[in-house]
């Protein structure tokens, strides 16, 4: 059986060189490349993967730009992953991850063929990776929905639309006045798309249905999510304030980490769900399905976003005809323990 040696001996190359080639952790000339190929097929080399990769100029890899920052969920990040590496498992290939922060790093195992497309995650609004990712030579996905994308191709949940699914449903339930409770947004700092289609699909819905907004901003420290619940949900049934102010009697929460605090905020200040108040997560199922009684939520479809990106990455590289494009994926509401009956 032929080894790399063999194949270095044929073709006039050192052993590193075909290492290279075979790896693509450095670029070969293509004359070179030609002289490999040529020696691969006289000797009948056999790691299929490799010899497939060194004559079609593929790795079979996808990279991953990862987020690794405060304000990202671990959880949610690694349940993406996972939902990545599954999809591109079952087509034959694997997933390289790289730190979305060094971007300089991203670019370079990009343009140095060591994946063959790269899909990016945790984008903001003006982004400022955009404009290099899409002068890019191999196809990108974005895991997110900007304003403008430059071209490039998107994936992400309709959060516009699940907000204000969010909105109805409350209402259809009795909710007169629906808050929604959300990270706060530095004035300076970036926007993450997500977050800017759930508050326009919130305000969209209440002003659709004559509902007075409110926007319940907090951190997710106990200390800080017990303060607004004292603050702006501790209110009973809805009943008229003397400023003739209506309390909040339904509530979204588009802020997976301060759930668990808000569900002992809310029994310490005893206001009782959904009696009181009406809650719906905008969050994954299990996550919704986690607490001490199970909340009605907008379902996140975490695994289907990370299998359409690996469809769209496919797509863009089996066909030069296909043209970056995006997808939303629509939300659906499931009724739980935290909202009542119809």
């Known amino acids: 059986m032929a080894t790399m040696t063999d194949i270095a001996r044929e073709a006039g190359v050192s052993l590193s060189t075909v290492s290279y080639a075979l790896s693509g952790k450095r670029p070969i000339s293509e004359a070179t490349r030609t002289r490999i190929q040529s020696a691969i097929d006289r000797l009948d080399y056999h790691p299929a993967a490799a010899a497939r990769a060194l004559a079609t100029q ?3 890899l996808i990279g991953i730009a990862v987020p690794r920052h405060e304000r990202v969920d671990d959880h ?10 599954e999809a591109a498992h079952a087509h034959d290939h ?3 991850l790289v730190a979305a922060e060094d971007h300089a790093r991203t670019m370079k195992v990009v343009e140095e063929g060591k994946v063959d497309a790269l899909i990016a995650m945790d984008l903001v609004e003006e982004d400022p990776r955009l404009p290099a990712l899409a002068r890019l030579p191999r196809p990108v996905v974005l895991i997110g929905y900007p304003q403008d994308s430059g071209g490039l191709a998107c994936v992400d949940f309709d959060f516009l639309s699940g907000t204000m699914l969010a909105v109805r449903e409350l209402a259809r339930r009795g909710a007169r006045r ?3 409770m959300v990270p706060p947004l530095r004035p300076d700092g970036p926007v993450p798309t997500y977050a800017r289609r759930a508050r326009l699909g919130y305000e969209m819905g209440c002003r659709e249905l004559g509902l007075e907004p409110l926007l319940i901003e907090t951190g997710h420290d106990p200390e800080e999510v017990e303060a607004a619940v004292r603050a702006h949900l501790a209110g009973r049934g809805g009943s008229v304030a ?17 759930l668990p605090p808000l569900a002992r905020a809310l029994a310490a200040q005893q206001v009782s769900v959904p009696e009181d108040l009406q809650l ?18 907008v379902d996140l479809p975490i695994p289907a976003i990370g299998r ?11 066909a030069s005809e296909v043209a970056p494009h995006s997808r939303l994926l629509s939300p659906s509401f499931t009724a739980r323990a935290t909202t009542r009956a119809l």
Do not use: K, N, Y
């Open 242 to 258: 003397a400023d003739g102010s209506i309390p909040a009697d339904g509530l979204i929460v588009h802020h997976e980490r301060a």
């Open 94 to 96: 694997d997933i390289l």
């Open 308 to 318: 359409t990106a690996v469809t769209m990455v496919l797509e863009l590289l089996g």
């Open 178 to 180: 629906v808050a929604l």
């Open 58 to 60: 593929r790795t079979s």
């Open 76 to 85: 949610v990040i690694m349940e993406f992953v996972g939902s990545i590496l």
């Open 280 to 297: 719906v997560a905008i969050a994954p199922r299990d996550v919704a399905q986690s607490g001490p009684a199970e909340m009605s939520s």
